[in-house]
């Protein structure tokens, strides 16, 4: 069975980010993946600082490095804050791929962003991108951009454009399907 995480670069309540997320986990098992959201909050890391002694790295850092390293898609929900992601992403990313060089390099990697404008948070999503290219990430060809969030979601917690939800169905499609040459 596949094994697919998701988080939210929003740790606040009431994230839009974090409901993409659970939604596309929802979709995820309805396809039988073993899908699972992963709450940035449960896994504090103070900012990423290579001076830090070993003995005071943050073991969250290397769960969440052996989590994405066992996985085989990902999907990041970012929030767009001011033309990029959010510090609590990079900051996770960051400490992910110090712990575990090969975290990246096994999954593939889908990535959203629910955003009050029209835009869809498109910018946070090419420096998420380009952010995750360079750490080994093989990244789904659908990026799933969801704009004017106060209406996005439905009362049952799904996508009310009809456009962006298959755009939607095609990403988590990708996710269970796109792999590197040689994985199955």
Do not use: C
């Amino acid at each position: 069975m596949t094994k697919i995480l998701a988080i939210s670069g929003s740790i606040r309540k009431h994230s839009y980010n974090a409901q993409l997320a659970h939604m596309v986990v929802k979709h995820l098992r309805a396809k039988g993946a073993n899908a699972a959201y992963l709450d940035l909050a449960n896994f504090q890391m103070p900012l990423f600082n290579e001076d830090l002694p070993e003995e005071d790295q943050p073991d969250s850092a290397l769960e969440l490095a052996d989590l994405f390293a066992s996985a085989d898609a990902v999907f990041i929900a970012s929030p767009e804050y001011n033309g990029s992601l959010t510090p609590l992403l990079k900051n996770t990313i960051d400490w992910v791929h110090h712990q575990k060089l090969g975290a990246f390099a096994n999954a593939t990697f889908g990535i959203g962003s629910v955003s009050s404008g029209s835009l869809a948070g498109i910018m946070a999503l090419s420096h998420l991108r380009d952010i995750l290219s360079k750490v080994g990430a093989l990244i789904a060809p659908t990026a799933l951009g969801v704009g004017m969030a106060t209406t996005a979601f439905n009362e049952n917690g799904e996508l009310s454009d009809t456009r962006v939800a298959a755009r939607a169905d095609a990403m988590v499609n990708e996710l269970l399907t796109v792999r590197r040459r040689g994985q199955q």
